[in-house]
């Protein structure tokens, strides 16, 4: 198979902000620890790397990532402790080869270095929410990869950097046409920005019902999205045969 390459799109941030409703700080804006979602990076990953495709990683200022603390427990992975240290390995290649310390920032990613990628991937985690969508730089990448009609992969929480799309170009968000929010917000006592309720207020049709939670992709044109980790896996493997085609 001919390879490829794939560009990853990582956020900077290690928080994000978080309205507490509980406790003696309810009602307090406080940052909340975050990062990429380590399931939702690495399965998809490696499916890419499988495959025989090259992966860069960018982020807005090229700062180091860091994982969701909340990724890396065993119940993320359904107490597969073999699975979750092939993840760690995983990101641990990648630091050692693939600039993973230190991705791209934005701004170095000139539009015709973009003409020799293939595909953009952007995983889930709740970092996205603090530097994603408002960023121009990456809603220029974006609007390549529509225009050319070139595979585009999101998961979770990754979708809202879709919203940087409106800070680039005619300021329109060219994707027109999730509920985990509930569940996080039980487990940290706070309320967290609406990935859903956002993306469809600027037009996105957001697919919803059992199939998205239990590990369905949705394809629409070159997006194709899943909905939580479970859809990882999934969502590679589609993504993957999208590239080849």
């Known amino acids: 198979m001919h390879s490829k390459k794939v560009l990853v799109i990582l956020s900077d941030a290690h928080s994000f902000p978080l309205k507490r409703n509980t406790g003696h700080d309810a009602g307090k804006i406080v940052d909340q620890p975050s990062g990429f979602f380590l399931q939702e990076l690495a399965k998809p990953l490696i499916k890419i790397l499988n495959a025989g495709h090259e992966v ?29 240290q092939r993840e760690y390995n995983l990101i641990e290649r990648m630091k050692r080869e693939n600039g993973f310390r230190a991705p791209r920032p934005f701004n170095t990613i000139s539009n015709d270095e973009l003409t020799t990628f293939a595909a953009v991937f952007i995983p889930g985690g709740h970092a996205p929410l603090r530097d994603l969508a408002g960023n121009a730089e990456l809603g220029r990448i974006l609007r390549y990869f529509h225009q050319e009609n070139k595979p585009t992969a999101v998961i979770c929480h990754g979708p809202y950097a879709l919203l940087s799309t409106k800070k680039a170009g005619d300021g329109s968000f060219v994707y027109n046409g999730d509920a985990e929010e509930n569940l996080m917000e039980t487990l940290w006592g706070g309320e967290i920005e609406k990935v859903e309720s956002t993306l469809t207020n600027e037009g996105a049709v957001m697919v919803e019902g059992v199939r998205e939670k239990t590990g369905g992709t949705t394809l629409h044109r070159e997006l194709v999205s899943a909905g939580n980790p479970v859809a990882a896996n999934a969502l590679g493997d589609r993504f993957v045969r999208m590239i080849s085609a």
């Not at 860091?66 to 119940?75: G, R, Y």
């Open 56 to 84: 860069t990683f960018a982020s807005p200022q090229g700062h180091e990532p860091t994982p969701d603390p909340s990724s890396e427990s065993l119940v993320a992975n359904a107490g597969n402790f073999y699975e979750r």
